[in-house]
């Protein structure tokens, strides 16, 4: 259940396992949140792989069931499923004006458009990557992040993190580190940092990378497995070695 690279790593191990996998995403397309996350100009890689993915479904000759959502898994039976379903983006509804903002994927995807003057919520790597996109389109871009550096997940690659934070540093980004958001205007962004002091931040369009939380179908149990961001958010290798090894359990 979900056709996004989880769901197609278990699909094609299944496969050439012997097994029969039926994919059923309710979207009209395969790929999921990897879609997004391989958008910007510089993943051309990310995008060759989510080619090769689709055409493994083709070549394998595996069912695909699109614009078929799943709500309920007692439709299969007893038969084993696979939960692929990813995560939702957090919401900070407690902040005036959030609903103004516009959600990382919803840029990448294309859907919602943005100014150029804008301000990225979340300094993670998300953000971090799509602040730097904004930078390369020639758009002014600020970043605002509650911890003390940038990309302080664990799990990114020195190299690629050490880039961002210098490319801002080179080029003049500001980044507000210790800074939590307070209220999104029509404007602006209103900050606090630290210390409690005020910080406003001029902008017009505002996006928000502050985080996704995963979004099971249904809870782990006998002959239902959770893949993916559904289980807990990760990276592409997390994603594709918990793939691997559900389905050779299979």
């Known amino acids: 259940i979900g056709g996004g690279i989880g769901g197609m790593e278990c699909a094609r191990v299944l496969k050439l396992r012997g097994h029969n996998p039926v994919i059923y995403e309710k979207s009209d397309v395969l ?5 997004p996350a391989s958008a910007e100009s510089y993943k051309g ?8 993915y689709r055409r493994e479904m083709t070549r394998l000759g595996i069912e695909i069931r699109l614009n078929d959502e799943i709500k309920d898994i007692s439709v299969f039976g007893g038969a084993p499923v696979i939960v692929a379903t990813g995560s939702t983006p957090v919401k900070l509804g407690k902040i005036p004006g959030f609903e103004k903002t ?6 990448l995807n294309g859907t919602k458009q943005v100014g150029d003057h804008v301000a990225v919520i979340g300094g993670g790597l998300t953000g971090c990557e799509i602040a730097y996109e904004i930078a390369l389109q020639g758009k002014e871009v600020s970043i605002i992040e509650m911890k003390d550096d940038l ?3 664990k799990g990114v690659c020195l190299a690629n993190s050490s880039y961002l934070r210098e490319w801002f540093a080179l080029h003049k980004v500001p980044v507000y580190l210790e800074t939590a958001l307070k209220e999104v205007k029509d404007n602006c962004v209103i900050c606090a940092d630290k210390n409690g002091n005020k910080v406003e931040i001029p902008c017009d369009s505002v996006i928000s990378c502050v985080g996704y ?5 249904t809870a782990e149990q006998k002959n239902v497995y959770l893949v993916g961001d559904c289980l807990a ?3 592409l290798r997390s994603v594709i070695w918990r793939a691997y090894e559900v389905a050779m359990k299979i």
């Not at 790929?31 to 879609?35: A, N, Q, V």
């Open 45 to 52: 890689k990310l995008r060759d792989l989510l080619s090769w």
């Open 102 to 107: 516009v959600e990382g994927c919803e840029f």
């Open 31 to 35: 790929g999921g949140t990897f879609i």
């Open 151 to 153: 990309v302080s997940q």
């Open 233 to 235: 958010v990760g990276n």
């Open 213 to 217: 939380k995963p979004a099971p179908l």
